[in-house]
């Protein structure tokens, strides 16, 4: 077993770990964040993707003493304890970018990494960061329209995605 310290949405988290467990399975199992997803286990899919010390991370193929000292933030980092929706969430919503919701988490965090650099992008550019999430159902058409009406709103005010 090895203890592991790290800050999940802000509040810290330890816990002593079998040295093999994942990161996705530390999150779900240990600290009861059942909004990442696990679909493929082998990094594909992109279901799994949480934000480490900022950056998109597959969550299904780091291990969780990876991030012993680390930041980690989840979809449930977005609208916590029943708040509104975040403006990410809110654009998937309004422009439908979201069917059966199973890739949503991952492509959530992915978006807001994108989205936490502020800087302006292409419908080209926001597919080719998107290119790990994987949706089986809506196309991609409305998701990109999603982001594109987050990264107009991040130029027209600041948007907190952490």
Do not use: W
């Not at 597959?58 to 680390?70: E, F, I, P």
């Amino acid at each position: 077993m090895r203890e592991v310290h790290v800050t999940v949405n802000g509040a810290s988290a330890a816990a002593a770990i079998d040295p093999r467990m994942l990161l996705s399975d530390f999150l779900r199992d240990r600290l009861g964040l059942t909004g990442t997803h696990v679909g493929c286990e082998h990094g594909y899919c992109g279901s799994c993707t949480v934000l480490v010390d900022g950056a998109s991370t597959r969550s299904c193929l780091t291990l969780a003493v990876q991030v012993d000292g680390k930041s980690v933030h989840t979809v449930e980092s977005l609208a916590a304890h029943g708040a509104e929706l975040h403006p990410i969430q809110q654009a998937l919503k309004d422009c439908h970018g979201l069917q059966c919701g199973f890739c949503t988490p991952g492509l959530l965090m992915s978006v807001a990494e994108l989205a936490s650099n502020g800087s302006t992008c292409t419908r080209d550019e926001i597919r080719e960061h998107l290119a790990g999430n994987t949706c089986r159902c809506t196309g991609y058409q409305h998701i990109v329209d999603a982001v594109e009406q987050v990264m107009r709103s991040l130029r027209s005010e600041a948007v907190d995605v952490s």
